[in-house]
T-cell receptor
Framework: NAGVTQTPKFQVLKTGQSMTLQCAQDMNHEYMSWYRQDPGMGLRLIHY???????DQGEVPNGYNVSRSTTEDFPLRLLSAAPSQTSVYFC?????????????FGEGSWLTVV | SQQGEEDPQALSIQEGENATMNCSYKTSINNLQWYRQNSGRGLVHLILIRSNEREKHSGRLRVTLDTSKKSSSLLITASRAADTASYFC???????????FGKGTTLSVSS
C-alpha cells in the first residue's frame, strides 16, 4: 500500500493564481482531512470529509475549497492564492469505523505564494 | 474533537536521559493519541491510550492518562538523537472525526 499520497511536493504560485493540491489514499478510509502547518502554529485543520460526497469546514477554511467525489481522493483547491497561504499542507486519512481513529499522514506539500 | 495543549513547548536533553512531555485537554475523551513529526515530514502515530486505561507502554515509550486531571504524559526513556522531533497529542471524544492538534513539544536530543 502507498498510504496517503500528496502531489505536488513543492509549488510556487503567484498571487491570484489557482491550483489544486492532490491527495489520494489506498486504505479505503472513510475520513480524510487537510491541515496546514505554519512555524509556531502547529497544525490547523482546513477541511475534512467523513465520506464520499460529504465535506465540512475545519478551523481555517477560508480561501480553500474541497470535494470528495470518491473514497480515495480529496483534492484541496486554492481559487485565488494569497501570500498568507504560504504554508506546508498535509493530507490525512483515517478509518472512522474503529473507535481509535489512527490518522495516517501524507508527506506534505510545500506551497509558496509570491 | 478538541485540541490538546502540549507542555513544554521545547525540551533539550542529552542522549540517554529521559524526556517527559505533557498534554492537557478540556472535556471528556474516548481516547488520546500521541504523534511524532520529524523535520520536514508528516506526522506518525506513536501510541493510543483509551479513557479506561491509566498507563500504556510501547518500547521506550510510556504514556499515562489521568482523566480526573484531564492530562496525559509521554515519557521517552533512554533518549537517542533519532528521537529529535516534535511531539503532538490529540484527544478524541468522537470516533472517526478529524483530530485537532496543538503546537506540539519540540524535543532536541544531543549526543
Amino acid at each position: 500500500n502507498a498510504g496517503v499520497t500528496q502531489t505536488p511536493k513543492f509549488q510556487v504560485l503567484k498571487t491570484g493564481q489557482s491550483m489544486t493540491l492532490q491527495c489520494a489514499q489506498d486504505m479505503n478510509h472513510e475520513y480524510m482531512s487537510w491541515y496546514r502547518q505554519d512555524p509556531g502554529m502547529g497544525l490547523r485543520l482546513i477541511h475534512y470529509s467523513v465520506g464520499a460526497g460529504i465535506t465540512d469546514q475545519g478551523e481555517v477554511p477560508n480561501g480553500y475549497n474541497v470535494s470528495r467525489s470518491t473514497t480515495e481522493d480529496f483534492p484541496l483547491r486554492l481559487l485565488s492564492a494569497a501570500p498568507s497561504q504560504t504554508s506546508v499542507y498535509f493530507c490525512a486519512s483515517s478509518d472512522g469505523r474503529s473507535s481509535g481513529n489512527t490518522i495516517y499522514f501524507g508527506e506534505g506539500s510545500w506551497l509558496t505564494v509570491v | 474533537s478538541q485540541q490538546g495543549e502540549e507542555d513544554p513547548q521545547a525540551l533539550s536533553i542529552q542522549e540517554g536521559e529521559n524526556a517527559t512531555m505533557n498534554c492537557s485537554y478540556k472535556t471528556s475523551i474516548n481516547n488520546l493519541q500521541w504523534y511524532r513529526q520529524n523535520s520536514g515530514r508528516g506526522l506518525v502515530h506513536l501510541i493510543l491510550i483509551r479513557s479506561n486505561e491509566r498507563e500504556k507502554h510501547s518500547g521506550r515509550l510510556r504514556v499515562t492518562l489521568d482523566t480526573s486531571k484531564k492530562s496525559s504524559s509521554l515519557l521517552i526513556t533512554a533518549s537517542r538523537a533519532a528521537d529529535t522531533a516534535s511531539y503532538f497529542c490529540a484527544p478524541s471524544n468522537q470516533a472517526g472525526t478529524a483530530l485537532i492538534f496543538g503546537k506540539g513539544t519540540t524535543l532536541s536530543v544531543s549526543s
